[in-house]
């Protein structure tokens, strides 16, 4: 039996409805809910992500400003631009779009932030809040992934859930959150010894590395959920992610949760 495949899309499109809904309420109350983005650079994957942002703001009725910068601009520039954005009694949540250029120190940036407008879920405090259990905004990629296990009604509690990636966007706050629903958690790096021994004694796995499917068949166990949020373009100008699609969808009954860029 092959592995039943649950694309994202569509509990994409039910959250957005829900958001839309509250979205008219906050505006029948007088507040216009306003997102601020900041982009510096000219990152290809990066504008994507922020067009994406403007137009999923635009569906919920939320208001948007992208503020697009020069990838040589100075890092005061776009702090003293956060810092009147913390300001403005207009924009409600702020965005920084990662990664930013070299020169760059990202943690100072996101630490620049007003806390209760760092949506993001990146801010030291909101960080520390998460790993005690009382975070006031999750990690958009990891609550996403959640999302998805809650729709589904796939047991979290009492689980091995691995987790392939240790960065501070998904890794690591993805970690947190499972354990906080009650999950035994490993986590793994692209550079575990005998990466295949923990992956395969898994229940939930999700893989978030950046290197392309990386995550084959063989290490995967049947029954599992498999979650991929990787996302590489190919030197054939084709996206995958870090899971090998086509031999892990063959798999016998696996549960593969798929953001859409894996599957051809």
Known sequence: MSALIIDGKAVAY?????????????????????????LVGDNPASSIYVRNKAKACK??????????????????????HIHALNDNPKIH???????LPSHFDTQRIIASIAIEKDVDGF?????????????????????GVMTLLNEFNLTIEGQHAVVVG????????MAYMLLEKGATVTICTSKTQNLSQFTQSANILVVATGRPQMISAEMVRPG????????NRLSDGHLCGDVDFASVKEKRAILLLSRGVSAP
Request: glycine residues 10%; aromatic residues 6%; hydrophobic residues 35%.
């Open 14 to 38: 039910k959250v957005r409805n829900t958001l839309k809904q509250r979205t008219e309420k906050l505006v029948q109350l007088g507040i216009q809910p306003g997102l601020a983005v900041i």
């Open 59 to 80: 569906e919920t009725g939320i208001h948007s400003e992208v503020y697009q910068f020069s990838g040589d601009t100075s890092q005061m520039t776009v702090l003293e």
């Open 123 to 143: 801010h030291p405090c909101n960080i520390g809040a998460l790993s005690t259990g009382n975070a006031r905004f999750y990690p958009c990629t990891p609550y």
């Open 224 to 231: 599992s959920v498999i979650i991929d949020v990787g996302i």
């Open 166 to 173: 240790r960065s501070n966007i998904v890794g690591k706050p």
């Open 93 to 99: 949540g702020i965005l920084i779009q990662l990664p």
